[in-house]
């Protein structure tokens, strides 16, 4: 068991190399590209980007949303802990509420899941305007926020939307591809997807070093 890579540099190359080898991603912009590569590395599926439906403009509203200073909106603690702050050109503020005791209140109140609830709260605390929102667990929380922004005129810069699941993952995101506000989003169809797709997503916007190794 000597003879085998453990310099974390060194593994991340060649993660990246394999990715690059065994994916097709002929289809994507070069910015987008590089995002769709991260997804594939924490997903350790290179199948995933034949799934990956994206607005062109993704990443170029992303960057420029984070440069202003906008808030990122998660829809999980998974997906809010995995955002590395290091990378946010402003300090730029993470929220998410699903962990406070006043939500559960609310979805109990309206008898809906947290998720959705939340984003109820996003609304209203005027967070949701401008703002990027990263959904990796919830598809009530994806399918509410489309409800919201038609409903309120208040649009997110961009859209990470990757729920994960068997009931409604899938549907909320042909959703997101088929609404008619013209969201900027990237998202994984089908059940897959995940916080640790949607977090290396954000993580890969957020930085324009595609081999960056923070974790290791």
Wanted: hydrophobic residues 45%; proline residues 4%.
């Amino acid at each position: 068991m000597s003879d085998y890579l453990n310099n974390g540099s060194d593994i991340y190359r060649e993660s990246f190399r394999i990715i690059r080898d065994e994916a097709d991603l002929e289809r994507f912009p070069e910015d987008v590209e590089r995002v769709v590569v991260r997804m594939i590395h924490a997903s350790a599926d290179p199948s995933i980007a034949s799934d990956i439906a994206f607005t062109p403009g993704i990443v170029t509203a992303c960057h420029k949303a984070l440069a202003e200073g906008a808030p990122i909106l998660c829809d999980s603690s998974m997906t809010a802990t995995g955002i590395i702050r290091s990378r946010l050109p402003r300090d730029n503020v993470i929220v998410c509420h699903i962990k406070e005791p006043a939500l559960a209140t609310l979805a109990a109140a309206k008898n809906v899941t947290k998720a959705s609830a939340a984003v109820d709260l996003w609304a209203e605390q005027d967070n949701l305007d401008g703002a990027i929102v990263a959904i990796g667990n919830a598809p009530t929380a994806l399918l509410r926020l489309l409800e919201v922004a038609h409903e309120t005129g208040q649009r997110p810069a961009g859209i990470i939307g990757i729920p994960v699941g068997f009931v409604g993952a899938a549907e909320s995101k042909q959703a997101l591809v088929d609404d008619d506000l013209g969201l900027d989003y990237l998202t994984l169809l089908g059940r897959r997807g995940g916080s640790a797709i949607t977090v290396a997503a954000v993580n890969a916007i957020a930085s324009r070093a595609e081999t960056s190794n923070d974790n290791r």
